[in-house]
Nanobody, 120 residues
Framework: QVQLVESGGGLVQPGGSLRLSCAVS????????WAWYRQAPGKQRELVAA???????NYADSVKGRFTISRDNAKNTVYLQMISLKPEDTAVYYC??????????????WGQGTQVTVSS
């Protein structure tokens, strides 16, 4: 019943911007924290940004000052605004619950992700 649908990726030059969207269905969106994760070729998936149900945010050091996570509870959507993109931001970006502890079961649900390619 849970669906996570990412969109908004693409090919951009260094210094460019993208806005990613994640549409969530099959959950009580407003009471959950949500996060963006990314996986670059040959690397482990990493947490990029997270936002709690109360609106608190945290970011990976590598993206602080450049990425902004936000949410729209009315649309069950979480966003990631990315500016000043760097080649090292190239990855497949996924959204999911901010809490992936086994008791919650969210680690079993992943969307297709959206590809972000920053090419010089």
């Amino acid at each position: 019943q849970v669906q996570l649908v990412e969109s908004g990726g693409g090919l951009v030059q260094p210094g460019g911007s993208l806005r990613l969207s994640c549409a969530v269905s099959g959950s009580i969106f407003s009471i959950n924290g949500w996060a963006w994760y990314r996986q670059a070729p040959g690397k482990q998936r990493e947490l990029v940004a997270a936002i709690t149900s109360g609106g608190s945010t945290n970011y990976a050091d590598s993206v602080k000052g450049r990425f902004t996570i936000s949410r729209d509870n009315a649309k069950n959507t979480v966003y990631l605004q990315m500016i000043s993109l760097k080649p090292e931001d190239t990855a497949v970006y996924y959204c999911n619950n901010a809490d992936l502890r086994p008791s919650g079961g969210w680690s079993h649900y992943w969307g297709q992700g959206t590809q972000v390619t920053v090419s010089s």
